[in-house]
């Protein structure tokens, strides 16, 4: 354990000083590829739109839950349709 703790903490020191040898426009590249890298998924995977048969289902599956588990629901439906019983 005290032998993975050194390691871990050398390798921690070298990269440290790996960065401070490093160029500022080298760093500034690694963050625009690492920014790219986080927006191809965003433009790939966009986020799901439910319609209304999911709606539908997630309804029927919530009627399912027990009355003590659904009163801690955030948005209940109520809430959501601005005072609304019905959807």
């Known amino acids: 354990m005290s032998l993975r703790l050194h390691y871990l903490v050398f390798t921690r020191l070298l990269g440290w000083l790996a960065l401070l040898c490093r160029s500022s426009a080298s760093k500034d590249i690694e ?3 690492l920014r790219h890298e986080v927006a191809v ?6 986020k799901p739109r439910f319609d209304w048969a999911d709606r539908a289902y997630l309804a029927a599956l919530i009627r399912q839950v027990p009355r003590q588990l659904r009163r801690h629901r ?10 609304t019983a019905g959807w």
């Open 31 to 33: 963050l625009l590829v």
């Open 41 to 46: 998924p965003r433009r790939t995977n966009p």
């Open 74 to 83: 955030l948005i209940t439906p109520t809430r959501f349709c601005g005072g």
